[in-house]
């Protein structure tokens, strides 16, 4: 299975990681599903250093590891320990429907289900066990991920939700909103 290299998604997301840290201070940070490491990266590089990367990939975190950043395999929250909680939670999760076609060892980066929402709507489940009680999530989603879906679960589990930044692709087009219980 291959790393997970930056996009069009991992930029957004990165870019508006770095606004919204702008006079934060001393918060421990979960960047789940890092591939590349490229959120930890941004958040390393702004001076936050209470940073665990999470990946489901072990060439992944191995990689991670490389660059010095605190890694983890686990399948979302699996190997995350239970009383383990966060003041932000950063997540570029796959977010495509499945598609017949794509090659499988490339469907675990891409693929979030048959709708393209099920690994979030999972995620979002199991996250808010491990929100501290003023956390928060940025998550990305596609017009592909079936956004209404997503954000109705989210509100039936009790988030609020709040765009932070939007970007138009050709073909569809990626949202990252901030996510608080």
Request: hydrophobic share 35%; proline share 3%.
């Amino acid at each position: 299975m291959e790393t997970y290299q930056p996009a069009e998604d991992s930029y957004l997301l990165s870019e508006t990681l770095k606004e919204y840290l702008k006079n934060k201070k001393l918060i421990k940070i979960l960047d789940m599903g890092s591939g590349s490491g490229i959120q930890a990266q941004t958040c390393k590089e702004l001076g936050f250093k209470n940073i665990l990367c999470a990946d489901i990939n072990q060439e992944a975190v191995d990689y991670l590891k490389s660059k010095k950043l605190k890694s983890i395999k686990s399948d979302l929250f699996s190997n995350i320990k239970k009383q383990e909680k966060f003041d932000l939670i950063i997540f570029n999760p796959p977010y495509l429907p499945e598609d017949k076609l794509e090659p499988e060892d490339s469907r675990t980066n891409t693929t979030a289900g048959k709708k393209g929402c099920e690994i979030i709507i999972k995620f979002l489940k199991q996250a808010k066990s491990h929100l501290l009680k003023e956390g928060v999530i940025l998550l990305l989603f596609s017009s592909f991920s079936q956004p209404e879906i997503i954000k109705k679960q989210a509100k039936d589990l009790g988030y609020n939700l709040k765009q932070l930044s939007s970007k138009k692709l050709f073909f569809e087009e990626l949202f990252v909103y901030e996510i608080k219980i």
